[in-house]
């Protein structure tokens, strides 16, 4: 049987917030939607989530919760990190680090979907462990019951996604990218069964600069005097992909990027 996942990417500050909400009602109106995973890791204020904003990403109907580097920004979500099981760390941070390296979900339908959250080591500013030795290590030891399984790559570099992509071809259902804030056109489904996407894009304020305030940022870039870098307000959109997965097999079949604009004054 065929069930479709919809992974969504960075939420940035309550624009995103909100047009994750206004998105996910409206899109469930039109599509059957089987399970719904977002990367929150710029809930809070552009940066981090906070516990409250757990609950609130939760009740929209969200599923399951990935995060990024940003990850620990704000204190709080720690303890929420150490007992939810609907939200992952990036799996290759140190085994000391707060979090789950695997969330699952339970289907309607039968079955459950795993999520992986990893962080690429080009050009970040946190260090990790081999993100393609914990994708084995974990994929080694998933239940074999579970046949559909879902990494986010939160990586800078775009060779470091699709070589990611490559390396588990036919292994995961679903890779998509994160981090960059910007959606990329070369979605597909990989030979051996993987759909893939280098970056999903941003759920935020699109008249921005990646979600920020451009003033601030065009001014900085140009002076080269560092200001602060507000949370944009403006041009609201929810960004992703929805794909078709064989819920026996786990294999993909079909991946379409979407793009939702929230309506003015919403």
Avoid at 94 to 101: H, L, Q
Avoid at 189 to 217: E, H, N
């Amino acid at each position: 049987m065929d069930i479709t996942l919809l992974c969504i990417g960075d939420v940035v500050g309550s624009p995103g917030r909100h047009a994750l909400r206004d998105g996910l009602e409206r899109i469930r109106a039109s599509r059957q939607i089987d399970c719904v995973i977002v990367n929150s890791e710029n809930c809070a204020a552009g940066s981090g989530l906070t516990a409250n904003l757990y609950d609130k990403i939760l009740n929209y109907g969200v599923d399951l919760i990935t995060l990024g580097d940003h990850i620990y920004r704000r204190r709080d979500i720690i303890p929420v990190l150490e007992t939810s099981k609907r939200m992952v760390k990036p799996a290759n941070l140190p085994t000391t680090a707060p979090g789950k390296d695997v969330a699952f979900y339970e289907l309607a339908s039968g079955g459950r979907v795993a999520v992986i959250s990893l962080l690429g080591r080009l050009f970040m500013r946190i260090q990790s462990n081999c993100p393609y030795a914990t994708a084995d290590r974990l994929l080694s030891a998933m239940p074999p019951d579970v046949k559909i399984i879902v990494i986010d790559m939160h990586a800078e570099a775009t060779s470091e996604k699709i070589a990611l992509g490559w390396y588990l071809d036919g292994r995961v259902s679903v890779i998509f990218g994160t981090h960059t804030h910007i959606a990329t056109a070369d979605e597909r489904v990989l030979p051996k069964g993987t759909a893939y996407i280098t970056d999903v894009g941003m759920t935020g304020p699109y008249d921005s600069v990646l979600g920020r305030d451009k003033s601030r940022v065009v001014g900085t870039m140009v002076s080269g005097v560092p200001s602060k870098f507000d949370v944009a307000t403006d041009d609201a959109r929810m960004c992703g992909i929805l794909v078709t997965v064989d819920s026996a097999t786990g294999k993909a079949s079909h991946v379409e990027r979407i793009r939702m604009d929230l309506p003015e004054g919403a």
